[in-house]
């Protein structure tokens, strides 16, 4: 897929906007039934990871039992450039992850085909409290769920700096 480079609009199940410059907050869930061990968990954060400040900017991920949240923003395709306007293809992006990730686990669980859902869920952060309210709801999912007492005390939640 070329990089972006204006705003388009896509739409299979979900409409899918996508912005040069935006930042993201992705979802992506586990198909039915299937729950990912911690060492899964370890292999999905390291996907998310793997392209960070090279393709995408990661503020925040977590790798939970049966899904994934990302808050990201891509990058230029040229960083050195502050007026760059092709940006990093999110749909490529998402598919390098779940691609991945679905091949390490799947390799090591001994299980076939897809592990994530197709459409994971995507949105555009529209300003700074909305940027907040989402990094604190990744940041605070794993206490939600019950798996934790305080956030960093998951081993599969990732909090960067700040990029901007």
């Given at each position: 897929?070329?990089?972006?480079?204006?705003?388009?609009?896509?739409?299979?199940?979900?409409?899918?906007?996508?912005?040069?410059?935006?930042?993201?907050?992705?979802?992506?869930?586990?198909?039915g039934?299937?729950?990912?061990?911690?060492?899964?968990?370890?292999?999905?954060?390291?996907?998310v990871?793997?392209?960070?400040?090279?393709?995408?900017?990661?503020?925040?991920?977590?790798?939970?039992?049966?899904?994934?949240?990302?808050?990201?923003?891509?990058?230029?395709?040229?960083?050195?450039?502050?007026?760059?306007?092709?940006?990093?293809?999110?749909?490529?992006?998402?598919?390098?992850?779940?691609?991945?990730?679905?091949?390490?686990?799947?390799?090591?669980?001994?299980?076939?085909?897809?592990?994530?859902?197709?459409?994971?869920?995507?949105?555009?952060?529209?300003?700074?409290?909305?940027?907040?309210?989402?990094?604190?709801?990744?940041?605070?999912?794993?206490v939600?769920?019950?798996?934790?007492?305080?956030?960093?005390?998951?081993?599969?939640?990732?909090?960067?700096?700040?990029?901007?």
């Amino acid at each position: 897929m070329p990089p972006l480079t204006h705003f388009k609009i896509t739409c299979r199940n979900l409409p899918h906007w996508h912005s040069p410059g935006a930042t993201y907050f992705l979802t992506w869930r586990v198909l039915g039934g299937r729950s990912l061990e911690p060492e899964d968990r370890t292999i999905a954060l390291n996907a998310v990871r793997h392209w960070d400040e090279r393709k995408w900017f990661v503020y925040a991920a977590v790798v939970m039992p049966d899904h994934a949240h990302a808050l990201v923003r891509p990058l230029p395709l040229d960083p050195t450039d502050p007026t760059a306007h092709a940006f990093h293809d999110l749909s490529n992006l998402n598919q390098s992850v779940k691609g991945y990730s679905s091949y390490r686990i799947n390799r090591r669980r001994g299980w076939r085909g897809t592990l994530w859902q197709d459409e994971g869920y995507d949105h555009i952060i529209r300003d700074d409290r909305e940027f907040e309210e989402t990094w604190g709801y990744i940041t605070y999912n794993p206490v939600k769920a019950g798996l934790v007492e305080r956030p960093e005390q998951y081993l599969w939640l990732y909090q960067a700096g700040r990029a901007d």
